[in-house]
């Protein structure tokens, strides 16, 4: 995962993060859920771009 795709994802959880607190304190349930969707979105692709990098590491593994 490159430095700029890390820093999008990041960038992403954090504004879910932000809209799922704001939702809670305005009592907002769409902003809460809104929040909480960008937050799962952004933790699946990094939990898919780490699985892409650990695939990469096991067939440099074997290649050596």
Known sequence: MSFTEKTKAKAQELSGAA???????TD???LRAE??????????????QNVK????????AFNK
């Open 19 to 25: 809209k799922e607190r704001i939702g809670d304190v």
């Open 53 to 60: 990098q650990a695939g990469r590491d096991v067939k440099d």
């Open 35 to 48: 929040g909480a969707n960008e937050q799962s979105a952004a933790r699946a692709r990094q939990a898919g």
């Open 28 to 30: 907002n349930e769409r």
